[in-house]
């Protein structure tokens, strides 16, 4: 399990076992931003830095509960598409 956010979401907190690994980042997307606008300015945000990852083949997942636009966004600039 790889959490993503800014240092100061994990300042304190070590990683309760080795499977949890904690991966700061240095931007947030807000709800509120346009999509796509977020994703070109904030490169090193935890949605943007999770969809390479994933795209690295770093991770075999990604969850996010933040601005669904620009998770759809950059998945669909970042990953391939399946096909049918």
């Known amino acids: ?9 994990f300042q304190g907190i070590h990683p309760p076992s080795p499977q ?3 991966h700061p980042v240095s931007e947030i997307i807000e709800m509120h931003e ?4 977020a ?12 969809i390479r990852l ?3 083949g770093k991770l075999k997942a990604f ?3 933040g601005n669904t636009g620009a998770l759809m966004g950059c998945a669909a600039i970042e990953l391939k598409r399946l096909r049918h």
């Open 63 to 65: 969850i996010s509960a």
């Open 54 to 56: 994933l795209k690295e």
């Open 1 to 9: 399990l790889v959490l993503l956010g800014t240092p100061n979401l």
């Open 39 to 50: 994703i070109r300015q904030k490169k090193d945000s935890s949605l943007c830095k999770g």
């Open 34 to 37: 346009p999509p796509l606008v």
């Open 20 to 22: 949890i690994a904690f």
